[in-house]
């Protein structure tokens, strides 16, 4: 009996080991699961903080160069958290920045469009102050430096108008000058005047077409900045040719320079600014802002007519075409309702016709200085074409021309002084 106890025992330590290897075995595996667990837990925290990081150096930063817009290529991180809850939040915060920074632009545009708009429009002001002043000082002096001197204040005043009153249009703010319908020429050769290099415009083309008269003030501001910018990208010594032309359904002026050319990138978003189907931001306009093409766009798209430069010049710069519809069009008449002389001619009139006012100020003087042109009534037979500033640069110098307006002052002066003389003499006579 006492033999078998050790066996017993014997077994019974037996099964105790077997069982203790079994449980050791079992946490063995339970803690190897647990360090995989751990490592996993800590592999995807580390992927969190990098997203995390991802997100405020890169993702945000890009979303708010971009406008709020989505930027391609900058997604996601790791792409092993795409669908999943810590995804999902990270898109509400892109959403929530998103909507918070077009807030934020869409009240920093506004404050800025109305605060140029109103200094926009006091400069006019201004400059139409400024503009009344040196008209008269033009009817008091008749020094031909005086005078040569007040054209070309005059010219650097118009061009000081038109860059203000560009940029109150991109304000939304209107044109502020209502004109009578003008010949299509002439809203061409009234652009010119306003921008420096004018002595390059070399215009080409007669059409008998005129421009409404709402559409004419808008029309000379668009191909004004136009002009400009053409000259502006090419050199000194080149002239920038601008043909007028009929064509089925309107009119279009094409504007040709020898510039720098546009590459296609340049040219690609030169098309949006120029639909102007797209809101401007004024506070995106480059550094120094690029007012032209915007401003231009803005008024095509409130007027009805078209602009592009997707083409390439003839000279290797860049052209431009200005597609005015026929809606745009109408019959050169002058303010009265009455045809032009060239018009009436045509058509067999008999009686006197007076010339249409010029749309601007269009006509230069001999060394190029701008002036303003008064035409008198002429008669159909009679009438002449007003020479082209080119030609008149040619054969007059600028100081034969400032004697020739002094000379025509005080010619003007003399005549009403011998007519108040003459009415003196009268009530005399009558007394």
């Given at each position: 009996?006492?033999?078998?106890?050790?066996?017993?025992?014997?077994?019974?330590?037996?099964?105790?080991?077997?069982?203790?290897?079994?449980?050791?075995?079992?946490?063995?595996?339970?803690?190897?699961?647990?360090?995989?667990?751990?490592?996993?837990?800590?592999?995807?925290?580390?992927?969190?903080?990098?997203?995390?990081?991802?997100?405020?150096?890169?993702?945000?930063?890009?979303?708010?160069?971009?406008?709020?817009?989505?930027?391609?290529?900058?997604?996601?991180?790791?792409?092993?958290?795409?669908?999943?809850?810590?995804?999902?939040?990270?898109?509400?915060?892109?959403?929530?920045?998103?909507?918070?920074?077009?807030?934020?632009?869409?009240?920093?545009?506004?404050?800025?469009?109305?605060?140029?708009?109103?200094?926009?429009?006091?400069?006019?002001?201004?400059?139409?102050?400024?503009?009344?002043?040196?008209?008269?000082?033009?009817?008091?002096?008749?020094?031909?430096?005086?005078?040569?001197?007040?054209?070309?204040?005059?010219?650097?005043?118009?061009?000081?108008?038109?860059?203000?009153?560009a940029i109150a249009v991109l304000c939304g703010s209107w044109p502020g000058r209502q004109r009578t319908a003008s010949g299509l020429v002439e809203v061409v050769r009234g652009a010119t005047s306003r921008i420096r290099d004018y002595r390059r415009i070399r215009i080409r083309g007669e059409v008998d077409i005129a421009v409404e008269s709402r559409a004419v003030e808008p029309v000379v501001l668009a191909v004004a900045e136009l002009l400009d910018n053409a000259a502006r990208h090419s050199q000194p010594t080149t002239q920038v040719e601008v043909g007028v032309q009929a064509v089925h359904n309107g009119a279009c002026i094409v504007i040709?320079?020898?510039?720098?050319?546009?590459?296609?990138?340049?040219?690609?978003?030169?098309?949006?600014?120029?639909?102007?189907?797209?809101?401007?931001?004024?506070?995106?306009?480059?550094?120094?802002?690029?007012?032209?093409?915007?401003?231009?766009?803005?008024?095509?798209?409130?007027?009805?007519?078209?602009?592009?430069?997707?083409?390439?010049?003839?000279?290797?710069?860049?052209?431009?075409?200005?597609?005015?519809?026929?809606?745009?069009?109408?019959?050169?008449?002058?303010?009265?309702?009455?045809?032009?002389?060239?018009?009436?001619?045509?058509?067999?009139?008999?009686?006197?016709?007076?010339?249409?006012?010029?749309?601007?100020?269009?006509?230069?003087?001999?060394?190029?200085?701008?002036?303003?042109?008064?035409?008198?009534?002429?008669?159909?037979?009679?009438?002449?074409?007003?020479?082209?500033?080119?030609?008149?640069?040619?054969?007059?110098?600028?100081?034969?021309?400032?004697?020739?307006?002094?000379?025509?002052?005080?010619?003007?002066?003399?005549?009403?002084?011998?007519?108040?003389?003459?009415?003196?003499?009268?009530?005399?006579?009558?007394?």
């Amino acid at each position: 009996m006492t033999e078998r106890i050790p066996d017993a025992v014997l077994w019974c330590l037996a099964v105790g080991l077997l069982a203790l290897a079994v449980l050791l075995v079992r946490q063995r595996g339970i803690s190897a699961r647990q360090r995989r667990r751990n490592e996993e837990l800590a592999d995807g925290l580390r992927t969190r903080e990098e997203e995390l990081r991802h997100l405020i150096t890169v993702r945000l930063p890009a979303l708010e160069e971009s406008a709020g817009r989505s930027v391609p290529g900058v997604g996601l991180l790791d792409n092993r958290l795409a669908e999943t809850e810590f995804a999902k939040c990270l898109d509400g915060v892109l959403a929530r920045f998103t909507e918070a920074v077009e807030n934020a632009q869409a009240r920093a545009d506004r404050s800025a469009k109305a605060a140029l708009k109103s200094s926009m429009r006091s400069i006019q002001a201004l400059a139409n102050e400024q503009q009344v002043a040196i008209s008269e000082m033009q009817d008091r002096h008749d020094h031909p430096d005086v005078l040569r001197d007040l054209l070309e204040v005059d010219h650097a005043n118009a061009q000081f108008g038109r860059r203000a009153q560009a940029i109150a249009v991109l304000c939304g703010s209107w044109p502020g000058r209502q004109r009578t319908a003008s010949g299509l020429v002439e809203v061409v050769r009234g652009a010119t005047s306003r921008i420096r290099d004018y002595r390059r415009i070399r215009i080409r083309g007669e059409v008998d077409i005129a421009v409404e008269s709402r559409a004419v003030e808008p029309v000379v501001l668009a191909v004004a900045e136009l002009l400009d910018n053409a000259a502006r990208h090419s050199q000194p010594t080149t002239q920038v040719e601008v043909g007028v032309q009929a064509v089925h359904n309107g009119a279009c002026i094409v504007i040709d320079d020898a510039g720098v050319g546009m590459d296609a990138q340049a040219s690609e978003k030169a098309s949006v600014l120029l639909s102007g189907r797209r809101t401007v931001d004024v506070t995106r306009l480059e550094d120094p802002p690029q007012f032209g093409f915007a401003v231009i766009g803005v008024l095509a798209h409130r007027y009805g007519f078209g602009v592009r430069v997707d083409t390439q010049s003839p000279y290797g710069g860049v052209r431009a075409v200005v597609f005015l519809p026929s809606v745009l069009l109408t019959r050169p008449e002058d303010s009265d309702g009455l045809p032009t002389a060239s018009v009436a001619a045509a058509r067999g009139a008999s009686g006197p016709a007076r010339a249409p006012e010029p749309a601007a100020p269009a006509a230069t003087t001999a060394g190029g200085l701008p002036k303003r042109r008064r035409r008198a009534a002429q008669h159909p037979a009679t009438a002449q074409r007003a020479p082209d500033p080119a030609e008149e640069a040619d054969t007059r110098s600028a100081e034969e021309t400032a004697r020739r307006i002094g000379a025509f002052a005080r010619g003007t002066l003399h005549g009403r002084a011998t007519q108040a003389a003459d009415h003196e003499d009268e009530g005399d006579d009558r007394g």
